[in-house]
Every structure is written in structure tokens, then in C-alpha cells.
């Protein structure tokens, strides 16, 4: 006995939504919690305090970022000579030093050694500053597993000290309060939180242990249950291959050149030879092949 085309259109239907929910189980992004300052703080202390050092001594990726954080004309993405990240502005004005790390510290007023070290830092020249972030840094750097209770002694000035409460305030969740706050009615720009631990390797491991780094093809991925945005492959393919995938002006590359593979299919109807394409295929038959089956 023979289907109905209703039958074989409910058939094909079926068969299409149990494969969607087997391989959505099978391939499916993990649903993992957001990441906090706190639990940074308490599963890779040595990442943290290296990353607070590069946000005092203002060489972590955010410091040198530039726009819209950062105003460094050297810095951000370029097409030729067109410096396309400088365009915007600087739209949300970060100073690490300040707001990831002295700004915090500062709320603390319970602790007669920390208020010492902040107003010995923030009296110091520039220079000095610099030499103490810079030897702590060198120092971190080359102790085992960047850990600061194995660093040599130096010459760090107060570093170690506002580093290590800095830690002490992460661990407790103090941090993530402090980043929060935006002084508007809803608290709930994650803007300096989210810099601040991306400064770090913790968020780029946690996201590489789930394939999502962005050689992993991990742009094209979401958190819940369900395939990655497969609608996204022609964007993030281009950074899988030379020479976009060692530019360091990748993100512009790419950008320009689906630009010009935009225009060129907005504008196929009017490409003499391409338009032609469908037609001299005949590909539309095969897609319609039902249709002229019934009105041949």
C-alpha cells in the first residue's frame, strides 16, 4: 500500500525532529553557570594575583586594548590604514589600576596594613610604581607555578600586600559587588567583571575544556541544550584559516571581506553570468521536482 504525499511530508517530519533531539543531546553545548570573580579567586589564586599585577602595572590585554576602553592611539584593529576600532571612541573608559584594583582595595577600611599600602602606592611616583609591578611581575613569572609564596625576595614595595587582599576580597565575593556596580538602577553591567577575569588564563581554560576556544570553532556554539548557530560557519570558517587565523587584525579582515561577500549577494540579481546560474542548472526543477511532477 502506498503512502500519501500528507503521509510521507509527516513521515519526513518525524524523522527530521527525532534526529534534531538525538544529535541536540549528542553535540549540544553544555549549560555551564556564569564564572564568578570568587570562584576565579578560589580555583586559581596564582592566575589571579598574576592578573591583578598586570592590571597595576597596566600591561594585561584590557590596559592595552584601546577603544572603546583604553584611549592608545596604537592600539585595535585596522583595515589598511583606516583605524576602524579607534572610529568609535572611547565609549566605556576603563582604568585597571583604579577600577580592578586600588578602587576596591580602598572600600576595605577595616585593615590598618592595607590602608598603609594603598597610601604608600598611591604615593609614589610613576616610575616607582612601575619598577615595583614590573620586579613583582619578572618575579611571579619565574616562580613555580606563579605562586606568590614561592616568588624571590625583591624589592616590591606594597604589591605583594594589595594583591594578596585582593584575593582575600575575591575569595569572599567582596569583588564581584564592587565590579557591579555601575551607579545606575539596574546593577547588572558585567562589563569590568568579565574584562578583568578574560585579563586571566582561568576563563580561557574553563572554555577550551569545552571546546569552545576560537580555533575550536567556538563562536559557533551556545549555552543550553541545542546545536551551535550553524548560520554562523561562513563568518567564524575565515578564522580557521591563514591568514586570518595569525592576524592580529583578524577581526577587520574578516569583517571586510563578508562585507564584500554581502554586497555580491545582494547584488546577484544584477551580476550578468551568475544571475544566469540558477537557470542554466536547472537546479530549480530538482527543488520544485513535485510541482512540474503534477502540472507536467
Do not use: C
Request: aromatic share 10%; proline share 7%; no cysteine.
Amino acid at each position: 500500500m502506498s503512502m500519501t504525499t500528507r503521509e510521507r511530508r509527516s513521515a519526513v517530519l518525524g524523522v527530521i525532529t527525532l534526529l534534531t533531539v538525538v544529535l541536540a543531546v549528542v553535540f549540544g553545548s553544555p549549560d555551564k553557570h556564569a564564572i564568578s570573580l570568587a570562584e576565579w579567586a578560589r580555583n586559581a589564586p596564582n592566575d589571579f594575583v598574576t592578573t591583578a599585577v598586570a592590571e597595576l602595572d597596566g600591561s594585561s590585554g584590557t590596559a592595552t586594548y584601546g577603544a572603546p576602553y583604553v584611549n592608545d592611539p596604537t592600539a585595535g584593529q585596522k583595515l589598511g590604514p583606516l583605524p576602524l576600532q579607534r572610529f568609535g571612541g572611547v565609549r566605556e573608559p576603563v582604568d585597571t589600576a583604579q577600577d580592578f584594583v586600588i578602587g576596591p582595595l580602598s572600600t576595605v577600611t577595616s585593615d590598618p596594613a592595607l590602608r598603609s599600602a594603598l597610601a604608600r602606592y598611591q604615593g609614589a611616583s610613576d616610575d616607582q610604581r612601575k619598577a615595583w609591578t614590573g620586579a613583582y611581575a619578572d618575579a611571579l613569572g619565574k616562580a613555580p607555578d606563579n605562586d606568590p609564596a614561592k616568588v624571590a625576595t625583591g624589592d616590591y614595595g606594597p604589591v605583594p600586600l594589595l594583591a594578596g587582599r585582593l584575593l582575600d576580597l575575591a575569595r569572599s565575593g567582596g569583588l564581584d559587588g564592587q565590579l557591579l556596580s555601575s551607579g545606575g538602577f539596574y546593577q547588572t553591567d558585567y562589563a569590568k567583571p568579565l574584562l578583568f577575569i578574560a585579563d586571566g588564563t582561568y576563563l580561557e581554560d574553563q572554555a577550551r575544556a569545552e571546546h569552545l576556544g576560537g580555533d575550536q570553532w567556538g563562536m559557533m556554539n551556545e549555552t543550553g541544550g541545542y546545536p551551535g548557530q550553524a548560520w554562523l560557519w561562513l563568518y567564524t570558517f575565515w578564522y580557521q584559516i591563514p591568514p586570518f587565523s595569525s592576524s592580529d587584525n583578524a577581526d577587520a579582515l574578516v569583517w571586510a571581506l563578508m562585507m564584500v561577500l554581502s554586497l555580491a549577494l545582494v547584488l546577484l540579481p544584477f551580476i550578468p553570468g551568475l544571475r544566469s546560474i540558477p537557470r542554466a542548472t536547472r537546479v530549480y526543477r530538482l527543488i520544485w521536482r513535485e510541482h512540474y511532477r503534477t502540472n507536467r
